[in-house]
């Protein structure tokens, strides 16, 4: 199994909360990508990146921001939680662009109040 | 623009039946292909893939075929156990940029003995 390590595992917030979840890679990994999952939607990408303090949005990205100051970690931050954002968030890596695959953390479930 | 359709679920058989969840796709350019799998309380797993037209992904007994005339990358298994119960996902990667998933919304297989 990838290295890929997710924290918290779970967390419980209430609407206008600021939310920081990490996500840790040990295989270094160029490429890495947040998830939020909903029914009905599948899996939909906030944002990803390329590199150290290189980042970018993806489908979803209003109300979300990261950050990537080390290859091996990726921050995603809620700035001001609301209860649209109640979901499982995966993290995945990949190693290069290109027609390699991602690799994903175990989630974390966010519920907010 | 990139999108996966994926067979509604949920899908529910018995022991040893054969199982075809339909996956179709829209794309620019020519994607790699992929099904996921994701087990209760757990994250994605990559399954198979395929990358480009014709070829075959196989893993674990199941098989998918690029097929790249009807935009399609079916999911075939001749003989389903219990253990496969999952919700299964079928993604696109864009192949350009930062090698982007598009997933569809996921079947749930749940498979009785």
């Known amino acids: 199994d990838a290295g890929i390590t997710q924290s918290p595992r779970h967390k419980v917030t209430e609407t206008g909360t600021p939310v920081t979840l990490r996500c840790h890679q040990t295989?270094?990994?160029?490429?890495m990508y947040w998830y939020r999952q909903d029914p009905g939607h599948g899996l939909r990408l906030i944002h990803y990146?390329?590199?150290?303090?290189?980042?970018d949005k993806g489908e979803v990205s209003d109300g979300y921001s990261v950050s990537r100051s080390k290859t091996e970690d990726f921050l995603l931050t809620l700035e001001s939680a609301t209860s649209s954002q109640t979901s499982v968030y995966f993290c995945a890596i990949s190693e290069s662009a290109g027609r390699y695959e991602q690799y994903f953390g175990p989630g974390t479930r966010l519920t907010v109040t | 623009g990139n999108s996966v359709t994926q067979m509604e679920g949920p899908v529910t058989l018995s022991e040893e039946a054969f199982l075809t969840i339909n996956c179709t796709y829209t794309?620019?350019?020519?994607?790699?292909l992929f099904w996921y799998v994701q087990y209760p309380g757990e994250g994605l797993q990559l399954l198979l893939k395929?990358?480009?037209?014709?070829d075959k992904g196989s893993n674990k007994g199941f098989e998918a075929t690029y097929r790249k005339e009807t935009t399609s990358f079916h999911l075939e298994k001749g003989s389903v156990q219990v253990s496969d119960s999952a919700v299964y996902f079928c993604a696109l990667s864009d192949q350009t940029g930062a090698n982007n998933l598009f997933f569809g919304t996921g079947t749930r297989l749940t498979v009785i003995p």
């Open positions: 295989e270094n990994h160029r490429y």
């Open positions: 395929a990358t480009k037209a014709d």
């Open positions: 990146s390329y590199g150290v303090k290189d980042t």
């Open positions: 794309a620019t350019g020519y994607p790699s």
